[in-house]
């Protein structure tokens, strides 16, 4: 399976130790709403966070929607736009952090709330899954949204299941952007 994200191989940041780039959105809703925004304060883990460098993230249905204001993040979460994203601990909140399960340079994938479309975002640490060496930055990036949604939607329209004896062989499932019947 191949998902779809963006990549960055280095956005130098170091002359700027507590701003960094993120890409937002204008009101309206449309693509040529996205710049980025390189006036914004580096995020601070709490305890219960770290602080991850993105590498990539992932581009889906829901990031569509928020960006056409149809889908609105939770109260009290970040307006930045972003589900998943794929990167690499920068920082491990909080004063305990020498017995977490997570370090510095550990390299993760995972879903989040909102905040993937910038170069750092804070991410709970039971939301983070460690980035099989295997995979690319790019599918790690959107594997969380990609995978889950396609195997819901398998799990509750099995006559929409792509089954293969080829190997690497797999099935973009509503890869326009909208559902069958939807």
Do not use: H
Request: proline share 8%.
């Amino acid at each position: 399976m191949r998902a779809i994200g963006i990549y960055s191989n280095s956005l130098e940041t170091s002359q700027l130790p507590n701003e960094f780039i993120q890409l937002d959105v204008k009101p309206g809703g449309g693509v040529e709403g996205l710049y980025i925004n390189p006036d914004v304060a580096k995020p601070i883990p709490t305890p219960e966070q770290c602080l991850i460098r993105v590498k990539a993230f992932g581009l889906n249905r829901g990031d569509t929607l928020q960006r056409e204001g149809r889908y609105p993040p939770p109260p009290g979460i970040t307006q930045t736009m972003g589900l998943e994203f794929a990167g690499t601990v920068e920082t491990v909140g909080g004063p305990e952090n020498q017995d977490s399960e997570w370090k510095e340079g550990d390299e993760v994938f995972g879903l989040l709330y909102g905040g993937g479309y910038a170069e750092f975002v804070v991410v709970d640490k039971r939301m983070l899954i460690r980035k099989p060496k295997e995979l690319s930055w790019e599918v790690c990036g959107g594997l969380c949204e990609v995978r889950t949604n396609s195997d819901s939607t398998s799990l509750y329209s099995p006559a929409r299941t792509c089954v293969s004896d080829t190997p690497n062989t797999g099935l973009v499932y509503g890869s326009s952007g909208t559902a069958p019947g939807g």
